[in-house]
Each structure stands twice: as structure tokens, then as C-alpha cells.
């Protein structure tokens, strides 16, 4: 596979489908952040502080589904169909693991998790009824990370994209009746992502036992999978366990509508920044592990050229749209003019630091596709964590509030990005062996 003549419509041919796809992915929390707003600020603050335990749980999922990808690719561009095949049906197998201890763990502990973040009362009651019900119905959630990488790597983003598609609208159907015509209140946005997230998962389940045939026996790859995918598992687990903390040491101290801004401003505004980005990371991705698999490094040099400008220009644009655009787009996920207030605080210092989101992002997809995750992990979880005692100091100490811990974000985002970025020009990653 020769890509050194790659075009920037070569890149977006990738990336278009691949955003579309995370785009519909993250709609589920765009539908549910509008569909519950009728149920009050205390569903809002519950599926706002839900989001950074999901995001823990997700997690698990990228033990198996953040390694396969680098597996896949590699095996792809160095025309090792069986090599493919073998990865592909250990990583289901590992899969099934995974996907019933994410609904124990959930289930089981969903009745404490309130308290960690600091909600209490309604909010806390609607925080543990959302996640216990996703616990009953989520156990093809764990696939899906899984079978979006496995096409990803091949260069196919258009399936994906479908699935999400089919996903969303089913979603979409259910959201509002399970809520409000049968009167399940939040449950009923969780089983109604359970159910149409376990739909196209099961396609997808489909499709691959009929194109590829995978033979999900033996475990010798699987560990491979694990080792490239635990720094990126522990990486997200790590962003997620410092937003409970921030929730509870920093956000939920500034009352529920601070709480309910972040839940907006993170489910509503960053579920269409971040897939925008996402999707020039996973075409860099999936390219990256296909030419170092045929020893393209033209063609790397190539990706890398493209890449980085288009990534910049997403940035600028999505900047622009937070800072004058922000307040428009958050008034319809709020009724309340103290929650709407907050949020487009949120949006405005935001706006700040979306170019170094999407060079970051960009760069982690580069290092993934290469499997060299440890690096993100290190340059990513110590600044992560830095969040919690600075949010404080600024937000709670210094009388800051909100302002405080927005900027503490930036800034922290801004340490990510350049660190990243100077990794991938290093190069190191080019001669890794997996």
C-alpha cells in the first residue's frame, strides 16, 4: 500500500465518514442533554457529573479496542490477511469479557457514585437510576469501540459511520417516549441508548463473522492488544477520575447550576468539537498503522503534511464558534437563565484553547496507530491531574468560581498539546515494534 501521493481529499475521504461517525456517536448525549431538560436542573446536574463516569467505564473498553486498531492496520498494510484474521477474532472474544464486567461494575456500584461527585438528593436518585439502567442494557456498548477500530484500520470509516447512523435514529425514536409518554424519567434515556448502541453492534458483529470469519479462539494476541491498549485505557481513566474530583472538590461546591453548565457545555458543545477532531485523528490513525505495515514512510511524511493544517483549520473554525456562538447554541439545552449564564462562560473561555485540542488530538491519534501509547499516557495523565489542585486553588480559594477552573483547563490543555506535538516530531514512533 504505496500513499505517498496522498491528496487532502484523499485525508477528508477518511475523515468525513469518521467525523460524521463520532459526531452520531456523541449525539446520544446531545439527545439526551435536550431530551431531559424538561425533568429539571437536577437532570441536568445528574447526566452532567454521569458523563465523567461513563467516560471511566469507556475505558475498558479501549483495553482491547485501543489496540486492536495498531494490530489490524500494521497486518493490513503488510498483506498478512491470516495475521488480521487471528486479531480480529481474539479481540471479540476478549471483548466479551469486558462487556459483563462493565455491566456488573456498573450496576453494582451505581447507588455510590453520586456521593463521589458530590451530588445529593434528586440529583443524586436520577445520577443512580441512569446508570443502573445502562448497566441492564449496555452490554453490547463494549463492541463497539472494538468494531469501529477494526474497519477504521482497514481504511473502511464509512460502516462505522452507518452503524452510528442507525443507532442515532433509533435512539432518537426512543428517547422522548421511554422518558415521557411511558414516564421513565432519565431511565428511559439509558435504555434507550442501551438498546439502539446494542443494535448496531450486533450488525456490526454480523458483518465481520461474514467477511472476515475470525476464529475467536486462543489468547496469545490478546495480550499484545492489552499492552498497546492499558496506556490509553489508563489515560482516559485518569481524565475521567480528575473530573469527579474537580466535581467534587472544585464544581459541585459552586452549586447545581455550574454543574449543569459543564454537563451542557461537555455534552452538548465538546460532543461536536471533539468528533471533528477526532476524525482527522482516526484517518491519521488508520493511515499511520497501514504504512508503517508496508514501510511507507513517504507516505507517512505525507500524512503528516496534510494533517497538521487541515487539524489547525478545524481548530480556528471551532474556536470561532465557541466564543461568538456559544450562548445561541447552549440556549437550547437550557430553560434557566443562571444555568444558560454559566455555560456560555464555559463556551467563551473555551474558545480559548480548541486549536491546542485538535493538535493534541491529532497527535494521539498519530501515536496510536503507531502503538506507541505509553507516551500519551505520560504526557497527558500528570497534567490531567494537576487540574484538581489548580481548579481549587483558583475557583475555591481565590474566589474565582467557574472562571477559575475553565482557564485551569486551558492552560493544562495548552502543556498536553505542545508536549505531543513534539513527540510526534521526534519521530520515534516510526521504527517502534509492536
Known sequence: MKTSKLTLWGLLALAIPSILSQLLNNAFRIIDQYCIQWLGAPAQAALGAT???????FSMFMLIGGGIGALV????????PESRTRFIGQSLRATVFIAIAYCVILVLTAPYLPELVGLSGTSAEMM???????GYT????????VIDAIYISMGNTKFPMLLQLLATVVNLCLNYFLIYTLGFGIAGAAIASGISRGLASAIGLYYIQRDFAPKWSGSSEVRRMIRIGTPISLGILSYALVYWALLRTSISPLGEPVT????IGFSALESISWPIFAGIMLAASSLVSRQLGAKDYEGLDRTLK????????LGLIISALFYWGGETFCSFFTNDPIVLEQAAMYAQILAFSQVFVAWETL?????EGAGDTKVILWFGMPFNVLRIPLSWFLAIYLGWGAFGIWWTINITTYIKALLKMWVVSRGKWRTLEI
Open 363 to 367: 497527535s494521539e491519534g498519530i501515536l
Open 260 to 263: 449543569a453548565a459543564l454537563g
Open 128 to 134: 443512580t437510576s441512569y446508570l443502573s439502567w445502562l
Open 51 to 57: 458523563s465523567f463516569v461513563l467516560i471511566a467505564a
Open 306 to 313: 496534510l494533517s497538521f493544517p487541515a487539524s489547525t483549520t
Open 73 to 80: 492496520g500494521r497486518a493490513t498494510g503488510a498483506n498478512e
Open 138 to 145: 449496555g452490554f453490547f456498548l463494549a463492541f463497539g469501540p
